[in-house]
């Protein structure tokens, strides 16, 4: 089946529904060879998937280079890359396994949201792709959540001199979006602000799980023409697993799931039995029913997991399957819900 592109807002950049979120490349919590690595790459292309997001964070500078590698054959109208500002890599005596990512890059990220850091990060970030364009950068990790006391002057900085960098290489057509990415959808409100941010890859904030971001971000995004990539679908990886595993406990935001939420995802999957959905296949629809969301991005380690995920990303659903979770109240009344057109 062909792979169904979505248009980000004013841009006009069209992403495929399903993107190919690069993390894993970076050796995250496991190593992937380099083999395995561009096989992934390739069949995401050869399945029409055209949106591959990276960033310097991943394996510090791993998973850009394995992308970059990736895609410097293929003409640059055929893919949408996207990478991210807001950390610089340092040099470090050695490689060390750190932040959960086994990568023998010997960097230590350092983060910077001046003006001349975000400068510094986008010269660095073609530099180690070794491609010509990047057609969307994020300002990563920014919020309250990830820098506590320090957000404060942090965002201080970033919106006047981050941002500021940020549109200068959108105004002269060195990049074609800028947004951040982030996993709190308060700081996206908070920076809407300052500024207009194209896009926002938000990661598991808008899923089967947590819908809070109707109440005001995404009616904002609709109405000021912000588009959202959804990252971490399977908020790390419950949706992904489900419940029903002997012996292990499965993780919800970067965390053992808490018994609420494992009670929750075990109704999820009573109601997938129901209608023979696999949960996978109801996680990376249901984001894609909203107006605002362009696309899904899990991350992707394989091949064989491209192929996976796209059977499921493509497997239709029935749309008294999503009347059923709204009447039991696991998802929200007002939460749009797909029809079997919205797949791929």
Known sequence: ???????????????????????????????????????AIQAALDAEINQFDTAPYYGFGLSERRVGDGLREIDSKNYVLSTKVGRILEPCAKAEDKYGFCS??????????????????????????GLSKIDIIYMHDIGEVTHGDEHERLFKIAMEGGYKAMDELRSQGLVSAIGLGVNEYEV??????????????????????????????????????????????YNSGILATGTRKEGYTPNYNYEPAPDDIIQKVSQIENICDEFSVPLTSAALQFPLAHPSVVNVIPGISSASRVRTTVEQIQHKIPVEFWQKLQSEDLIRADAPIPDEEVSA
Do not use: W
Request: charged share 25%; net charge negative.
């Open 188 to 233: 996206c409100e908070q920076a809407m602000d300052y500024g207009y941010f194209n896009c926002f890859l938000l990661a598991g904030r808008y899923t089967l799980l947590e819908q809070e971001a109707l109440d005001s971000f995404l009616p904002r995004c609709e109405k000021e023409n912000s588009s959202i990539v959804l990252g971490g679908p």
């Open 104 to 129: 023998p890059m010997p960097f230590e990220p350092v983060y910077d949201y001046s003006y001349d850091g975000i400068m510094r990060s986008f010269e660095h970030s073609l530099q180690r792709l």
């Open 1 to 39: 089946m062909e792979m169904k592109k979505r248009k980000i807002a004013n841009t006009e950049l069209y992403v495929s529904e399903l993107g190919f979120g690069a993390a894993t490349l970076g050796n995250l919590y496991r190593t992937v060879s380099e083999e395995q690595a561009q096989s």
